[in-house]
């Protein structure tokens, strides 16, 4: 019997992600920034009593930027090169 021939090895082209340098440390310092402002948001919401200006106006302003503005434009935001 004779042997059966291997085929030859096959090299596969390494696969690249095109996300590999997307999120930069620009992105991340924005990611935080977001953060804290939904944080301050919710602290600034917490705050007694539930019908201060403080609670009912700003707060959600804040968040609105945060939700709206910040944490998307962290995501989206790329460098042009």
């Known amino acids: 019997m ?3 021939k291997r085929p030859a090895k096959t090299t596969f082209k390494k696969f690249e992600s ?4 997307y999120w930069t440390k ?4 924005l990611l935080g920034i977001g953060l804290i402002l939904i ?3 919710y602290y600034l919401m917490s705050i007694s009593p539930w019908d201060n200006p403080t609670a009912l106006n700003f707060s959600p ?3 609105l930027i945060a939700y709206v503005v910040v ?9 042009k090169k």
């Open 39 to 41: 944080i301050a948001g």
């Open 2 to 4: 004779s042997k059966s």
């Open 18 to 21: 095109p996300f590999k340098d």
């Open 61 to 63: 302003i804040v968040l």
């Open 71 to 79: 944490i998307p434009l962290s995501i989206l935001y790329k460098k």
């Open 26 to 29: 620009q992105n991340f310092i």
